[in-house]
């Protein structure tokens, strides 16, 4: 494969991770609300990754989620706002220019944090960025399935091993 084609494999892999972190997030709410996806939907359909991640903040505090809940969702909100939303941003929003050389590309963003000057990115960036998300994402999801899985507890619904938690969502949703 070619640098060009890495580039955009590691742009595209940024794009899909980045998705699956949002999809998390909206789902931490939908379950701290208890809310079937089909009307989470309505709920969170309008609000970015860092507008979910602070609202599934608020509500883990509000309704005093299990404290490793908490804290995946603190997590992911900080490593959202630090800097991983500006990178993330940066990668996938830039304009990219010719490489500086065979593994740095030349981009430049005309709004949003650093400045409109152009700089370099490497792929192996890329790279790392996307792990991070993936990371994101991933702690969202095993914190969202513990959340389930209390739920499930305290639910007369029968569940089968192994369910997602968006199955348990629906079918204890569905009960109400």
Not at 32 to 61: E, P, Y
Not at 69 to 89: G, P, Q, V, W
Not at 155 to 167: D, N
């Amino acid at each position: 494969m070619d640098n060009e084609s890495n580039r955009a494999v590691q742009i595209g892999n940024i794009c899909i991770q980045w998705s699956c972190l949002e999809y998390e997030l909206a789902l931490s709410i939908w379950l701290m609300l208890g809310l079937h996806d089909d009307i989470g939907k309505v709920v969170t359909a309008s609000l970015d990754a860092k507008q979910r991640a602070t609202m599934a903040f608020t509500l883990a505090d509000k309704t005093k989620a299990p404290f490793a809940f908490r804290k995946a969702i603190k997590e992911t909100l900080s490593d959202i706002r630090s800097d991983l939303i500006h990178r993330r941003n940066e990668a996938v929003h830039a304009v990219h220019f010719k490489p500086y050389s065979i593994d740095t590309a030349k981009v430049e963003m005309h709004r949003g944090k650093g400045g409109r000057e152009p700089r370099p990115l490497r792929d192996s960036d890329l790279a790392e960025l996307g792990q991070l998300i993936h990371k994101a994402a991933l702690r969202v999801a095993e914190a969202n399935i513990l959340y389930a899985s209390k739920l499930s507890e305290d639910s007369e619904v029968e569940f089968e091993p192994f369910e997602t938690a968006l199955s348990i969502l629906r079918k204890i949703s569905s009960t109400k």
